[in-house]
């Protein structure tokens, strides 16, 4: 991994990526032991799948010039935070809050920053829980706290930032006024299949529960249904989807 730096300074670079590449261990490590110990204590998994990787030295570059600095090692380790990235794809939005409270209650890890897109989604309608942490790498003789950037999102959320992403990149970033209102329609078509979702998985647990404290719910019981304005009152949910989405629904 080669960076045009303007001057030589291979061997500092290479201990940084050394750094890098050890700080995605430690937290793909902790959050896989996080993952095992719920599938044990709760016979559920909230972690779907978990992609990692180290910002392309294009990105870095472009990051730093952007930040009008001078493309040097010690700028990046310091000013670019996202160099070593993680994405946590959970299965509802209450295991997002579940895992980033989890990481960051662990001793070793230090928050730096978050920034919470779900409460407070991007105009464009992007929805994720961004963290910056601090984990320390023990080398031979030093202790070095290295950052790491994570994502924690649902399959929705994911699956709609993808896509945003590929249709942004058509246009340079540039894309008309008429895709851009489609794509936030989109997004809030999205979050409300999360909040459906997890309504759904709300009452499959109470069921449960019910069940195995012996007051079964009959089969024709129905489900709790959150409305599409979000007040959480009982409504067809079709309907309201239609009444709320308008032609993207019909379709």
């Not at 979000?230 to 032609?247: M, P, Q, R």
Request: charged residues 25%; negative net charge.
């Amino acid at each position: 991994m080669q960076l045009p730096l303007y001057y030589n300074e291979e061997d500092e670079w290479n201990r940084a990526l050394l750094l890098y590449d050890s700080v995605l261990r430690e937290i793909n490590t902790k959050l896989e032991i996080l993952n095992n110990e719920f599938k044990q204590a709760h016979q559920y998994n909230p972690i779907e799948h978990i992609t990692s990787r180290i910002k392309s030295p294009e990105s870095i570059a472009r990051k730093i010039r952007k930040k009008g600095l001078e493309l040097t090692v010690e700028n990046i380790v310091k000013y670019v935070n996202d160099v070593a990235g993680v994405r946590i794809i959970c299965s509802f939005t209450s295991d997002i809050y579940r895992i980033a409270s989890s990481i960051s209650n662990q001793d070793d890890v230090t928050v730096l920053r978050v920034k919470d897109y779900i409460a407070n989604p991007k105009p464009n309608g992007y929805m994720s829980y961004h963290m910056i942490v601090s984990i320390p790498i023990f080398l031979t003789n030093d202790v070095i706290d290295t950052k790491v950037e994570i994502q924690i999102r649902t399959i929705a959320m994911d699956f709609w930032a993808s896509l945003e992403h590929k249709i942004y990149y058509k246009f340079e970033g540039k894309a008309p006024a008429g895709i851009k209102d489609e794509l936030k329609e989109c997004a809030n078509i999205i979050s409300f299949l999360d909040e459906k979702m997890l309504s759904i998985n709300e009452s499959v647990k109470h069921y449960h529960e019910d069940f195995n404290g012996g007051v079964a719910m009959s089969s024709d019981t129905p489900l709790p249904v959150v409305s599409a304005d979000n007040t959480g009152s009982s409504a067809n949910s079709l309907d309201a989807l239609k009444s709320y989405y308008g032609s993207i629904a019909e379709d």
